[in-house]
């Protein structure tokens, strides 16, 4: 019987998946998070199905040595393409992030047109739109893959003239279309919020898949008695940070999104796992 007080697993191909461990921070405050960022070997939107899903078996099998209790796919492209392979292997909960937001998109849209924004990876292969077809099969879903935004996001040009055009471009589509309802497909894209809304306006809703993601984290442990209840009032929740490379780059941007410095990071020699 896994154990409550134990910490989750949350990874992603970099620094990206940040978005959802901060969701996870701000919603679940209990829970001790280690985080896998894999800065050697991203980016995972342009790669293939296959090896994507080498890396998450990888990180898995790492995260696992760290006794978590649960794990959270916090990026778009592996929760597309290696999920669904990986979860009937495991014997702990593990949850991705494209259902979460597949499920609130189909709770918002009112005209039934959705519009989703991911890696080449995560739009070619057709996950959001087939989760929403098995919610319901008469809304339209429309895929853009906008792989600038990442690179805009980790220039950290998130309030740039430069980027807007570039939003303005990738959007272009679902303004002809009249899509209501946006997913930011991408764990990058949640911190383009402003930028999405000052050029989408007022009547597109945003949906966060990293937000949607945590409220469900925190439905699935409290079902399966595994919510970390704060019982233990003289253990703080622990956030521990590792990467495949590049440490120092991870914690510069960490500490530009996270409400708190990161000081420690490892680097792991994921491909021995
Ligand atoms: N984390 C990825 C995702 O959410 C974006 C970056 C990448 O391509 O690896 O799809």
């Known amino acids: 019987m896994a154990d409550r007080y134990a910490p989750i697993g949350v990874f992603d191909s970099g620094v990206g998946?940040?978005?959802?461990?901060?969701?996870?921070?701000r919603q679940l405050p209990n829970e001790s998070i280690e985080y896998f960022g894999d800065t050697a070997r991203v980016p995972y939107g342009t790669k293939s199905r296959a090896t994507v899903t080498r890396y998450s078996k990888q990180i898995i099998r790492f995260l696992q040595t760290k006794n978590v209790k649960a794990i959270v796919v916090a990026c778009n492209t592996a929760s597309a393409y290696a999920l669904e392979e990986i979860e009937p292997q495991l014997d702990i909960p593990i949850i991705g992030v494209v259902k979460p937001g597949a499920v609130e998109a189909a709770a918002t849209t009112q005209n039934n047109k959705i519009g989703v924004i991911g890696t080449q990876a995560t739009i070619g292969s057709g996950i959001y739109t087939?989760?929403?077809?098995?919610?319901?099969?008469?809304?339209?879903?429309?895929?853009?893959?906008?792989?600038?935004?990442?690179?805009?996001?980790?220039?950290?040009?998130?309030?740039?003239?430069?980027?807007?055009?570039v939003i303005i471009r990738y959007l272009a589509p679902f303004f002809d279309a009249g899509v209501d309802t946006l997913i930011m497909g991408c764990t990058h894209y949640p911190l383009l919020r402003?930028?999405?809304?000052?050029?989408?306006?007022?009547?597109?809703?945003?949906?966060?898949?990293?937000?949607e993601t945590a409220k469900e984290l925190g439905i699935l442990l409290n079902k399966l008695n595994l919510n970390n209840d704060g019982a233990l009032s003289d253990k703080k929740p622990t956030?521990?940070?590792?990467?495949?490379?590049?440490?120092?780059?991870?914690?510069?941007?960490?500490?530009?999104?996270?409400?708190?410095?990161?000081r420690n990071v490892s680097i792991v020699p994921i491909e021995d796992y």
Not at 194 to 211: C, H, M, S
Not at 239 to 262: G, K, N, T
């Open 239 to 262: 956030y521990e940070y590792y990467v495949s490379d590049a440490a120092s780059r991870f914690m510069d941007f960490a500490d530009s999104i996270l409400p708190f410095d990161v």
């Open 194 to 211: 402003t930028a999405f809304r000052k050029i989408l306006g007022d009547e597109v809703k945003l949906v966060n898949p990293a937000y």
């Open 130 to 165: 087939q989760t929403i077809h098995k919610i319901r099969d008469d809304i339209e879903v429309m895929g853009k893959a906008c792989p600038l935004l990442v690179s805009l996001v980790e220039e950290g040009w998130l309030h740039d003239r430069i980027t807007d055009q």
């Open 17 to 25: 998946g940040l978005t959802v461990a901060r969701e996870i921070m």
